[in-house]
């Protein structure tokens, strides 16, 4: 049986085990115990069912893939910046950086993803370390707070469902269904929800002060921060009662509770505030360093590791690459045509430039525009190393057979470093063993170098020791942006605009597979009628879908799932305050019927 493991972008980073005779059978393994048993469909549709690109194409003729890497190595003498998505998240993905270092490309910083939140974390806590599954396993409470477990993060079910939940999300979702309080707050209000949660605690003396003046001193002023904020006007903003504020209240005390919050409270340009002020709510509470207790975000999967693929050269933010400042794009595992912010500004830029590579698995909106397309390797054709941002476990992914399709990410590096003249890079296996030598073995398994049982029990940053930092300023000029006052004066006024909200669902993974259905999904009370066509509009674009009346959403909030073709013309081209990141949770719009 040979070993590797599921490359897709999700939490569980699965081990998967295979019969070489039957290499396309995967089945789950145990290099981690989270795995329990079972792969989901995502991975089956990965292997069988997506249309893989399988010819290299130069200018729309069919070339061999010598040809087409000369093709590639002609168009990187001119300018260029390597665009890379997260198709697939094994580590040699990043092998290219060594190449745009050595052949004068640039690269881009910040992600599509997570990086707010993590930013915010890292400011408080100085690291962002992983709380490991065990720890959550032996809570007694759980807050659920903008991540649809049951959809994006399946394998950590067993492990919270006995539990008392609670679930903070603008969406009764399938988990806040079962919880015992679901807190259904407006988008984008989780930072000031969590800032008069402190408010309370402080004045209900409820802090744990032992641990505070220990590991947290300066919470005296933190409180005096949030009473900057006005509590009718947050209560007003948050779109919650007092009452709710209090049972939520009630039910953390005294208690082993963890907060798993997801990338959905951090879409946003405050977004790194929102995961700081979390942090500052868990550490009132006292809630670090303990056994059963924590906050868990979506980690850095990187952390403790040298990372040999870390190069000190140009980049630009991701979530507004000027694609057109450069002759030539090279897109590697991704799909920026769909995938980034304001698709109208990402696809006429990609078009203005001279060439387009696409080097990647299967056919998609990017691929459509390119000119230049490298068909790649999938994950059982390569060897690669797979860490996660859900678990501390680490894998080795081995190739499993041989494939006449596609080149590998190493390969691509080291034939285009050839053609260029330029000096080579290690092997394949330096790089394979640079990252499995730094990890830490136990029975049978490779544990990442920064785990730790319970994280931050000596204290915060990256040796321990030190205090957590309190927010102190925080600015929010959202409603006041100038883009959105002259939308409201052409298109009408603020009440009938609502919150567009994108999350992740059970059918696709980010833009691949099989596409969900081009539907915006509302509440009965606007009067819409189930299957009428709708124009959605924002600022920064418009799209057609078929209205779907979805009672379990906010009124005041509409949902359009990741995946769906020219969801991203409504979102909008800004990047987070801090951490580089998308803010596809900054977009407001108005619905126009065109035929119920
Ligand atoms: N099936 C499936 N699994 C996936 C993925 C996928 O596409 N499909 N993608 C993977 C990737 S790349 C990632 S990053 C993770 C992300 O996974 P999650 O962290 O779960 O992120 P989202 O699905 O974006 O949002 C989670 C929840 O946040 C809610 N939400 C939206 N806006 C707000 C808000 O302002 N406040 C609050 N409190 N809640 C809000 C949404 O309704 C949703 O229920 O999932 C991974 N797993
Ligand atoms: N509106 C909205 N937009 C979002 C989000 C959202 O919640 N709402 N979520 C954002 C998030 S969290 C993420 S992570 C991004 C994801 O954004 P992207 O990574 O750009 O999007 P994917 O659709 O996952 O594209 C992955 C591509 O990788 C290619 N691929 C797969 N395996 C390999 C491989 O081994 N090698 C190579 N070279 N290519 C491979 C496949 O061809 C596939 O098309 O989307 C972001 N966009
Ligand atoms: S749950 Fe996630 S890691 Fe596991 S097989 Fe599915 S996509 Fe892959
Ligand atoms: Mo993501």
Redesign the pocket.
Known sequence: MIHTAC?L?CFDSCSVVCDPNYPNRLVAGSNTPYTNGTLCAHLYKHIHEAKRVSTPMVNGKEVTMSEALDAVAEALQDSWILWR????MGVM?SVTNLLAKRAGGVLTRGT??DGAGDIGIVEGRGVNRLLPVEQIAKSEVIVVWGRNVTVTNAHLMPYIEDKELIVIDPVKTKIAKKAKLHLQVKPRSDFYLAILLARFIIMENSEDKEWLEKFASEYEEYYEFTRTFRIKAILEHIGLSLSEIGDLLLMLQNKKVVFLVG?GVQ?HEIGSSTLRAIDALAALLGLFGKEGCGVSYLSNSRLGFDDPFKVNIKTEQIAITPFSKYKTVLV?????A??M?CTNRVTEELKSVKNLIY????E?DTSDLANIIIP????LEKDDVRLSYGHHYVQKMNKVYDSKIGIS?YDFTQEILKRLNKEPIESLDYYIDYWLKQTVKTENKMISPAYQEIPYSDGFGEKGGEEFEFIEDFYDDFEDIKALRRFRKQIGTKNDEFWLI???NSKT????FERPKNEVLLSSKLGIKDAAKVLVKSIWGELELTAKVFDDIREDTVLIN?GVKG??RL?PPISSQEGDM?C?GDSKVKIEVLES
Not at 85 to 88: E, H, L, M
Not at 376 to 379: D, I, M, T
Request: charged residues 15%.
């Open positions: 490359p972008d998505g997260s198709g697939n993905q599509l993803c990338a879409r590697q595992g991704g799909n920026p769909e995938s912010p080097f990647g698995l299967y998609n790649a390797k999938n994950f990410e994108t999350p992740k993974l980010n833009f691949q990741c969801v991203n979102t998308a596809y």
